[in-house]
C-alpha cells in the first residue's frame, strides 16, 4: 500500500530564510505527487503537482525518484507562507494518499 | 475548477444519533471522495462515490456506520450514524476538475459528538 511521511509537524523559520519541508512516499508503481496547502481558514488547495515541474509563490518540489522524496523548497520564506503544507500522492484510483502534514511558521 | 459547497460547516450532537453532511459541486463530476480528518492528523480516505453504483470504502469504513448517496452528478450525502465521541473529526468533500489534474476540496464540517 502506498504510504506518504512528513517527518515534521511544525518548521518554523524567520521572514527571508530558507524553507525546505520534507515529503517521502512508498509506493510500487509510477506516482503522481502534490503539495496541498491550507491557509488559516480557508479551505485546502493545491500548491503544485510534479508533473507540471512549475514554481508556485516562489515553491519548487523536485520529485526524486532513488530517494522516494518530494521535498517543498523556497529559498527566502514570507510570512504570507504561513499555512499547513500537506504531501499528497495519487494512484490509478485517482484518490488521494496525505501525508500528516507539516505546519509551517514564518516569523517576522 | 470547481467550486464545492459542504452544509453543515459544524455541528455539536449527541452520541448515538445521526448526521447528514452535504456536499453540492456547481459543475458535473464523475468521482466525488469524503475524507475524515480526526483531530490532529491526516485525511483519511472513507470511499469514493460514484454516480449510479455503491460507494466504495476503504478498509476501516462500512457502508451501515458511513452511508452516502450520490443521486446525480453534482450531489453527494455523507450520513455519520449511530455517533460516538470517537466520531469527532472535520469530514471533507473532494472531486477532481475534469482534466484530473487536481482536486478541490469543501470547506469541511467539524463535527463534535457529545
Known amino acids: 500500500a502506498q504510504r506518504v511521511t512528513q517527518p515534521e509537524k511544525l518548521l518554523s523559520v524567520f521572514k527571508g530564510a530558507p524553507v525546505e519541508l520534507k515529503c517521502n512516499y512508498s509506493?510500487?508503481?509510477?506516482?503522481?505527487l502534490f503539495w496541498y496547502v491550507q491557509y488559516s481558514r480557508q479551505r485546502l488547495q493545491l500548491l503544485l503537482r510534479?508533473?507540471s515541474r512549475e514554481s508556485i509563490k516562489g515553491f519548487t518540489a523536485d520529485l526524486n525518484k532513488g530517494e522516494t522524496s518530494f521535498h517543498l523548497k523556497k529559498p527566502f520564506a514570507q510570512e504570507e507562507d504561513s499555512a499547513m503544507y500537506y504531501c499528497a500522492l495519487r494512484t490509478g484510483r485517482r484518490a488521494l494518499t496525505f501525508g500528516s502534514g507539516t505546519r509551517l511558521q514564518v516569523q517576522p | 475548477s470547481a467550486v464545492i459547497s459542504q452544509k453543515p460547516s459544524r455541528d455539536i450532537c449527541q452520541r448515538g444519533t445521526s448526521l447528514t453532511i452535504q456536499c453540492q459541486v456547481d459543475?458535473?463530476?464523475?468521482?466525488m471522495f469524503w475524507y475524515r480528518q480526526q483531530p490532529g492528523q491526516s485525511l483519511t480516505l472513507i470511499a469514493t462515490?460514484?454516480?449510479?453504483?455503491?460507494?466504495?470504502?476503504e478498509s476501516g469504513f462500512v457502508i451501515d456506520k458511513f452511508p452516502i448517496s450520490r443521486p446525480n452528478l453534482t450531489f453527494s450525502t455523507l450520513t455519520v450514524s449511530n455517533m460516538s465521541p470517537e466520531d469527532s473529526s472535520i469530514y471533507l468533500c473532494?472531486?477532481?476538475?475534469?482534466?484530473?489534474?487536481?482536486?478541490?476540496f469543501g470547506q469541511g464540517t467539524r463535527l463534535t459528538v457529545v
Open positions: 473532494s472531486v477532481e476538475d475534469s482534466g484530473d489534474t487536481e482536486a478541490f
Open positions: 459543475s458535473q463530476v464523475t468521482m
Open positions: 509506493y510500487s508503481g509510477s506516482p503522481e
Open positions: 462515490a460514484n454516480q449510479g453504483s455503491e460507494a466504495t470504502y
Open positions: 510534479h508533473i
